[in-house]
Nanobody, 115 residues
Framework: QVQLVESGGGLVQAGGSLRLSCAAS????????MGWYRQAPGKQRELVATITSGGRTNYADSVKDRFTISRDNAKSTLYLQMNSLKPEDTAVYYC?????????WGQGTQVTVSS
């Protein structure tokens, strides 16, 4: 059974940094694209960043040049380094993997950025 567990969220002041982790189990992640998404209160879940098996990355315009997605396949872990955080980055952050058409989400980790 595929499981994704996010960690690393918390409360940080504007301009600060956080590093999120997503530990995967029950699958080998190296051959799949993975991504980070976020959902703020009252808003739809939105894409933050994705990374392919080959390491190609894609970012939402709102986080470009501030966030960096990476993966350690040996550790089955996905990361999101978030710098220069803004209050509008406040949301629950989720990691996602699609395996043979099935979508798997983690439980999410809360990120709160105070002004």
């Amino acid at each position: 059974q595929v499981q994704l567990v996010e960690s690393g969220g918390g409360l940080v002041q504007a301009g600060g940094s956080l590093r999120l982790s997503c530990a995967a189990s029950g699958t080998i992640i190296s051959i799949y694209t993975m991504g980070w998404y976020r959902q703020a209160p009252g808003k739809q879940r939105e894409l933050v960043a994705t990374i392919t098996s080959g390491g190609r990355t894609n970012y939402a315009d709102s986080v470009k040049d501030r966030f960096t997605i990476s993966r350690d396949n040996a550790k089955s872990t996905l990361y999101l380094q978030m710098n220069s955080l803004k209050p509008e980055d406040t949301a629950v952050y989720y990691c996602k993997i699609i395996i043979s058409g099935a979508i798997y989400w983690g439980q999410g980790t809360q990120v709160t950025v105070s002004s």
